[in-house]
């Protein structure tokens, strides 16, 4: 059974961090990308961050690009996303998900989300 299990969310102001951790069980982790989508309500699902199975290749959505920093700890099995500079309109739930490095951009395994809130 897979399982991808985010944590580290909840409300913050203007300006502050968060990190979500997205701890992986019952996969190869080290052959999987993994991503962060987030969906904000009323909105489609949208792609945050891609890093790739070595972690050699990471991607952004143009909206976090330098205030976001995706990582993998391949030991632990764990995926992260550095939150820093945050602001309201990154309020959404957040998603890991996580891609075989041979299923080219299709993310086989998803988390049941987490809350981000980002308050004015």
């Known amino acids: 059974q897979v399982q991808l299990v985010e944590s580290g969310g909840g409300l913050v102001q203007t300006g502050d961090s968060l990190r979500l951790s997205c701890a992986a069980s019952g996969l190869t982790f080290s052959r999987h990308a993994m991503g962060w989508f987030r969906q904000a309500p009323g909105k489609e699902r949208e792609f945050v961050a891609f890093i790739s199975g070595r972690g050699d290749i990471i991607n952004y959505e143009d909206s976090v690009k330098g205030r976001f920093t995706i990582s993998r700890d391949d030991a632990k099995s764990a995926a992260y996303l550095q939150m820093d500079s945050l602001r309201p309109e990154d309020t959404a739930v957040y998603y890991c998900?996580?891609?075989?490095?041979?299923?080219?951009?299709?993310?086989?395994?998803w988390g049941q989300g987490i809350q981000v809130t980002v308050s004015s």
């Open positions: 998900a996580a891609s075989s490095i041979w299923s080219f951009n299709d993310y086989q395994y």
